[in-house]
């Protein structure tokens, strides 16, 4: 090789190098960055992934045309599991394996992110802002794992404050889902009693995505608790609360927010009148918050909702983390990112750091009324 030829080859590489370092890191590349999400888009809970999905989605489309991320658009892999975790697992083995995935996001449930946490931590691949307040994902800080959104423990306290202190309530039973989110749930709401002096006043299980809730009311009524905190999806709860109601069986029925409000209303009609539910984004009306404003802009469409919101929200904190771990990224730098971000959205602030995976500890209250979900600070 004769000296100009091994120069002109040395100027190749240089030039080459960036593309050849992107294309090094799985699921990057010169022009592209493609991360998966696992999560439920049909069955009884399919409201909450396609909400996540169509919040995420229309933050990226939005990033993506205006250039995308240090010139790489952002390309959301998305697939159905049902909310069965056996299908979890199966599309998540395909993601990380076949498509090669930059990190794994926006997964809906605790069973479900049993089931994908493994097989993300033994490929060291991101798992990022499921739809979940589930602790195991939260303590101890993994490696990888970060959350958005305020803990089970956080939602169950402050609906446990309300119905003890505003209503005076004392004899508190759980209707709850037979599997690892229901006793994630359960742990959270026995926690909140203990403190006040009370216990679990009555139980009943039902299965996962299961509509048959009627032997678990019956069961319920026979005890005749003052309120039911229900564990479940949107479709099982509007069930429960129907067949409660054609059985004299009168009660509160209170929620944390996995229940997938905008489906929950849809699903109950006016029965669901009086419902308390709390949420761990703001309410997708409150065009108060610059965040908001800028969700209901991308979204183009009237069809707004919490869970669409917390995959906006997801999105966007997604963007800058990546943004900030510079124009050729691994994932080691783009996770170094994440531990020191502290950003306020628009009205909503997100804060991480080395010992801290969880971005938000706020919890919103509301009050079903009228098909709308009103927030509201006690309840009466």
Known sequence: MTPRQLLRGLILICLLAPGLSAAAEPGLSADEIRIGMVNAQSGPAAALGLGMLNGAQAYFKRVNAEGGVHGRRISLLSLDDGYEPSRTAAHTRSLLKTQQVFALFGYVGTPTSRAALPLALRAQVPYLFPFTGAEFLRTPPKPGVFNIRASYIEE???????????????????????????????????????????????????????????????????????????????RQLAVAIKQAKATGFNTRFISVSFIGTAGFIREVGSDGDGVYITQVVPSPEDTSRAL?????????????????????IGAAVFTQALRKAGAQPTRETFLDALEHLNTDLGGFKVAFSRSQHQGSSAVFLTRIENGQAIPVSTMR
Do not use: W
Request: hydrophobic share 40%; charged share 25%.
């Open 292 to 312: 908001v404003q800028a969700y209901q802009a991308d979204m183009q469409a009237s069809d707004f909702d919490h869970a669409s919101l917390e995959g906006y």
């Open 156 to 234: 169950t306290e402050q609906l446990v404050e309300r119905v003890t202190k505003d209503l005076k309530l004392s004899k508190i039973a759980i209707l709850m889902q037979d599997d690892s989110f229901g006793e994630s749930v359960k742990g959270g709401l026995n926690g909140a009693l203990l403190k006040r002096g009370l216990e679990i006043y009555a139980q009943a299980r039902i299965q996962r995505n299961s509509l048959a809730v009627e032997a678990a009311i019956k069961s319920l009524q026979l005890s005749q608790p003052e309120a039911v905190f229900f564990v479940g999806t949107y």
